[in-house]
């Protein structure tokens, strides 16, 4: 049995780890920066894309990678404040997302492989995770964006709570991942089926290419004679 090449498997990790960084840490940005600037909460419906895409193609373990990638980028960009404050502060804020998004990575894994990527259940996952980060690690909300002007998500907030914002916005990121997946899907099908008349244009040249022997060719022969030599 051949073994497996060590250098190809470290470059191949490597490569799906960077893959990984990419995507999380993508997803991370553009959530600090909903939260930096309030105006632009609406960058947050696209903000879990590159996340989820990730997810939805990684086992258990890089789920957790996954999650642990999202939640430091996300907390040196929105706790860069508190690494010169209180460091001790900042580790235990970095520990606590961690956790939280690492399971929400494993719970949008196990769903997505039994039963399916649902944008619903998806977005109900996230709103016990959303709790805990609220009223117990007091980490203030993620996806709910209080110091926003918008009258949709104060109309929102203020008829469902806070939960509902956080809802709507998990639930908008796995619609659009989904209807993508679907556009995709369509494009690569359509490109790998040929038409009739490409399949009838290839015919010929299969035929030549695949079916033709060797003595089909002629043999290389001198020119005719004149015909005065042969007289």
Same mark, same amino acid.
């Given at each position: 049995?051949?073994?497996?090449? %060590? ?5 191949? +990790? ?12 993508? +997803? ?5 920066? @909903?939260?930096?600037? /309030? &105006? ?22 890089? *789920? ?12 040196? !960009? ?7 404050? *209180? ?11 961690? $956790? %939280?998004? +690492? &399971?929400?990575? %494993? ?11 649902? @944008? ?20 203030? +909300? ?11 998500? $104060?109309? %929102? ?8 914002? #956080?809802?709507?916005?998990?639930? !908008? ?14 494009? #690569? #099908? ?14 010929? $040249? ?17 020119? /005719?004679?004149?015909?005065? !030599?042969?007289?």
């Amino acid at each position: 049995m051949k073994r497996p090449d %060590i250098r190809a498997v470290r470059k191949d +990790s490597t490569l799906q780890f960077l893959e990984d960084f990419l995507g999380a840490g993508t +997803s991370a940005l553009i959530l600090s920066w @909903a939260h930096i600037y /309030p &105006a632009y909460w609406f960058v947050a419906l696209f903000a879990l894309l590159p996340f989820f895409w990730r997810l939805t193609r990684a086992n258990l373990y890089r *789920s957790v990678i996954l999650g642990t990638i999202l939640a430091g980028c996300y907390a040196f !960009v929105a706790f860069t404040g508190e690494i010169l404050l *209180s460091f001790p502060t900042f580790l235990f804020r970095l520990f606590l997302l961690s $956790l %939280i998004f +690492s &399971a929400f990575g %494993i719970a949008v894994n196990r769903t997505k492989r039994y039963i399916g990527f649902n @944008a619903a259940l998806i977005a109900v996952l996230w709103l016990p995770l959303e709790h805990i980060l609220t009223h117990y690690a007091h980490l203030g +909300s993620i996806f709910a964006f209080p110091e926003t002007d918008s009258a949709l998500l $104060l109309r %929102i907030g203020s008829l469902f709570g806070v939960l509902m914002v #956080s809802f709507v916005v998990v639930f !908008v990121n796995s619609l659009i991942l989904l209807f993508l997946k679907r556009v995709v899907q369509a494009l #690569s #099908s359509r490109a790998k089926s040929p038409t009739k008349d490409e399949k009838k244009a290839y015919f010929p $040249l299969k035929e030549i290419i695949l079916q033709k022997r060797w003595y089909d060719f002629p043999d290389p022969r001198a020119p /005719p004679l004149p015909s005065n !030599v042969l007289t």
